[in-house]
């Protein structure tokens, strides 16, 4: 790729959005998905967004 910091692959242990997202996004996805089925999507979204405002606070 040009401009890629990397000459052939990134360092290991790097979470590249690709890996990222296989890693998180289909199980969010479906736990979203069941929230809405439920009805409960904006109580999950809060209980989401406090919980990385809660982890963010603490990690710093």
């Not at 009805?39 to 982890?55: D, F, Q």
Request: net charge positive; aromatic share 12%; with cysteine.
């Amino acid at each position: 790729m040009p401009g890629s910091p990397y000459l052939d692959q990134p360092p290991k242990g790097l979470w590249t959005w690709p890996r990222l997202l296989r890693v998180v996004g289909l199980p969010a996805t479906a736990f979203l998905a069941a929230c809405a089925y439920y009805g409960v999507l904006l109580e999950a979204l809060v209980i989401i967004t406090v919980t990385m405002l809660a982890v963010n606070w603490m990690v710093r």
